[in-house]
């Protein structure tokens, strides 16, 4: 089994920040790639940033690009999400993601952290 913590978020009024963090643990042999996603109420789940197993690509949702940044720890096994200059639309359960190699089945599987909720009041 895999299991993704993550952590940060909270209530915060708009233009503060907040930094996510996710840490994933159990049978994973390797990260490819780790990333954000966030669904708001009614809305389907969108990405919003996810970086390479080597740090060095990244990739941000349009709305997103210039106020957050995503990044690896130096335990290559957590990923951080600064966002910086939040807007009420921002608010939304942000859900961490990993696609790695499980250990058991050598097969490239997707896994799912369980949400934390960050809301920006106006």
């Known amino acids: 089994q895999v299991q993704l913590v993550e952590s940060g978020g909270g209530l915060v009024q708009a233009g503060g920040s907040l930094r996510l963090s996710c840490a994933a643990s159990g049978s994973i042999f390797s990260i490819n790639v780790m990333g954000w996603y966030r669904q708001a109420p009614g809305k389907q789940r969108e990405l919003v940033a996810a970086i390479s197993s080597s740090g060095d690509s990244t990739n941000y949702a349009d709305s997103v690009k210039g106020r957050f940044t995503i990044s690896r720890g130096n335990a290559k096994n957590t990923v951080y999400l600064q966002m910086n200059s939040l807007k009420p639309e921002d608010t939304a359960v942000y859900y961490c993601?990993?696609?790695?190699?499980?250990?058991?089945?050598?097969?490239?599987?997707?896994?799912w952290g369980q949400g934390t909720q960050v809301t920006v009041s106006s």
């Open positions: 993601n990993v696609l790695g190699l499980a250990t058991m089945t050598s097969r490239l599987e997707n896994y």
